[in-house]
């Protein structure tokens, strides 16, 4: 009697479970259709069902226990652990930015199987190489997650339709009949062993109209491991490029600097500097990137009020400026000041998060510092720039990032040859707040505090501490898929009384990728 009572209890436990995990499918198969487009997943909305992702995993291991070797329920229990621990990470760039993505132990996962596991599982019960376009791996070059749960029914089907449609799309199969050509997704490369019972060709064949033979050379293309999310780019600053992507930015800095003390050599009315920077970054690799730099300048002095706030817009060359009474009243000039080449890379494979900036500062021009007819546009000497970059995701929506610099300002003959001149060294560090609403547009707050010493060489060899800082915010927008528009305002100050200095900044940057 007591028996019978147990075996009921468990029946009718068991069967709760069943009927649980039918609704947890219908409503996630819902979900899953619900948050693809084109093959890219909304994983900001996911997050919001998080847990009815994690119930559904937990079920769906209860019936794996039970059903080993079920490998529709595997392939879906692979596709959903995936998004799963994307959520359980988000946000990222990339999974290869989370350590042992596909090769940790999941307690979610069937018998304790890491996600590589899960797949050699598979291939190794069904022998079939399909099963590679059914699994989804949350990367761009991965063939896309179908929108709909895999059932033991229509299996073959499923796999068939899936196969077919990867290789309608370019990051899988790119054919140039007239020379004879193939580029191929590294997958049929990384797998090749899996697809040997039928061989390359002959399982591509299944799946066009003109068949292909052995004369056709094979290329593979570069698997693109960028998330399969359809919310956008988030650029970070500490980002690598891969081979061949590239950005080019075009960012422009006003400086305008007040002084209402009384005037003399080193203390006057308005100084104007607008600094405009064409930059192009591309990437040799995923770890090492390459940039270089112009910078344009224009400069007026106001020696006789603080009047002339965007003077230095202008563009005036009129060298130095007198009155009537052969007093100088200040001066003006632009021009071409640098060029920046420089060099971007991490070090660090577990840590996408960091990355190094090295870049050197080479004087274009005559005179930059001035003459007995020009003012100061720029140094003369190379500066050497170093940073360090590091990012931190607070949340899905909010980052903070900082920046640790060293600087070498004006390195010329003087630091060699015991000449007089003027050098600076500075440590700046940046600390910045990032809120992303969405991924067209965010706002954040900067602190910069910058240590600083500065040297005069001569008889006396001077060195003096001159630090600065900065507050301000910012905001920017995503015009298009591919282009940004970034506004800042920062307060600047320094120890020198009665000076009131702001920076307004513009600022455009493509990402070709």
């Known amino acids: 009697m007591i028996n019978q009572l ?37 994983y900001e909305n996911l997050l919001n069902h998080k847990d009815q992702i994690e119930t559904y995993l937990y079920s769906s291991k209860l019936h794996l226990e039970k059903n080993q070797s079920e490998v529709s329920s595997l392939i879906n229990h692979y596709n959903f652990l995936v998004i799963y621990k994307v959520l359980e990470n988000y946000p990222i760039q990339s999974v290869e930015q989370v350590k042992g993505f596909f090769t940790n132990t999941h307690s979610l996962a069937p018998y304790e199987l890491s996600l590589d596991k899960i797949e050699k599982k598979l291939i190794e019960t069904t022998r079939d190489p399909r099963i590679h376009f059914a699994l989804n791996c949350a990367a761009i070059g991965c063939p896309s997650l179908s929108p709909n749960l895999f059932n033991k029914e229509n299996l073959d089907q499923q796999l068939d339709f ?7 799309q370019n990051q899988h199969f790119i054919i140039n009949r007239s020379n004879k050509l193939i580029k191929l997704n590294q997958i049929f490369k990384w797998y090749r062993a899996d697809f040997e019972s039928i061989g390359v060709l002959e399982f591509i064949n299944q799946y066009i109209e003109e068949p292909i033979d052995e004369s056709f050379d094979i290329e593979y293309i570069q698997y693109d491991w960028s998330l399969n999310s359809n919310a956008g780019f988030r650029y970070y600053a500490t980002n690598l490029y891969e081979k061949g992507e590239f950005e080019i930015q075009f960012f422009n800095n006003y400086y305008t600097q007040r002084e209402t003390g009384e005037l003399s050599e080193n203390n006057f009315g308005r100084y104007n500097f607008f600094n405009s920077f064409l930059n192009a970054t591309i990437g040799l690799n995923s770890t090492f990137n390459i940039s270089l730099s112009l910078k344009f300048r224009s400069v007026s002095q106001n020696l ?10 202008n563009f005036r060359n009129d060298g130095f400026i007198y009155n009537q009474n052969a007093e100088l009243e200040g001066y003006t000039r632009f021009g071409l000041a640098a060029l920046y080449p420089g060099i971007k890379y991490n070090p660090f494979k577990d840590h996408p998060n960091i990355s190094f900036y090295h870049a050197v500062h080479i004087p274009l021009g005559y005179e930059l510092e001035g003459n007995d007819d020009f003012g100061f546009l720029d140094w003369e000497n190379i500066t050497i720039h170093s940073n360090m970059y590091y990012t931190k995701d607070i949340s899905h929506d909010q980052v903070l990032f900082l920046d640790v610099g060293l600087l070498f300002e004006n390195v010329g003959t003087f630091w060699f040859n015991g000449d007089t001149g003027f050098s600076q060294i500075g440590a700046p560090v940046t600390l910045i707040y990032s809120f992303f609403p969405n991924y067209t547009f965010s706002y954040y707050g900067l602190i910069n505090l910058a240590p600083r010493v ?13 630090p600065f800082g900065q507050i301000g915010g910012g905001v920017k927008y995503f015009l298009s898929e591919k282009l940004e528009a970034e506004l800042l305002y920062t ?17 455009f940057r493509y990402y070709g990728i």
């Open 491 to 507: 307060f600047f100050y320094d120890g020198v009384q009665n000076r009131r200095a702001h920076t307004f900044n513009l600022g």
């Open 454 to 466: 500065a040297i005069n060489f001569g008889d006396s060899n001077e060195i003096k501490l001159a």
């Open 6 to 42: 147990h075996k009921t209890l468990l029946l009718i436990v068991f069967s709760q479970i069943c009927f649980l995990g039918l609704q947890a499918q219908e409503s996630i198969d819902q979900l899953l259709a619900n948050n693809i487009e084109n093959g890219l997943l909304n």
């Open 304 to 313: 006789t009020n603080n009047e002339g706030l965007w003077d230095a817009l």
């Open 162 to 168: 899936l196969s077919a449609s990867a290789l309608e």
